[in-house]
Nanobody, 117 residues
Framework: QVQLVESGGGLVQPGGSLRLSCAAS????????MAWYRQAPGKERELVARVTSTGNTNYADSVKGRFTISRDNAKNTVYLQMNAMKPEDTAAYYC???????????WGQGTQVTVSS
């Protein structure tokens, strides 16, 4: 059974930092491109950051220079370090895995991030 379990969400003040983690099981982690998406109330889900199986990364323009995605293949875990956070970063954040051989995709259950004073 595939599981992507996110953790690390919570309430943070503007300018603060959070680190999200996503622990994967039931997949061959190294064969998956991993990503973080987010969805704010009333908005569509959007890509925040992606890291390929080889470690290449790309980011949404809105988070470039503030967020960093990384992966640890030995721990089957992907991270999202979020710095200089803004109220507009408030959303549910979802972990996503896509197998680059068969294109199978999986989602985590999401973790809420709220940026507010």
């Amino acid at each position: 059974q595939v599981q992507l379990v996110e953790s690390g969400g919570g309430l943070v003040q503007p300018g603060g930092s959070l680190r999200l983690s996503c622990a994967a099981s039931g997949i061959t982690f190294s064969s998956n491109h991993m990503a973080w998406y987010r969805q704010a109330p009333g908005k569509e889900r959007e890509l925040v950051a992606r890291v390929t199986s080889t470690g290449n990364t790309n980011y949404a323009d809105s988070v470039k220079g503030r967020f960093t995605i990384s992966r640890d293949n030995a721990k089957n875990t992907v991270y999202l370090q979020m710095n200089a956070m803004k109220p507009e970063d408030t959303a549910a954040y979802y972990c996503h895995a896509r197998n680059f051989y068969n294109n199978y995709q999986h989602w985590g259950q999401g973790t809420q991030v709220t940026v507010s004073s």
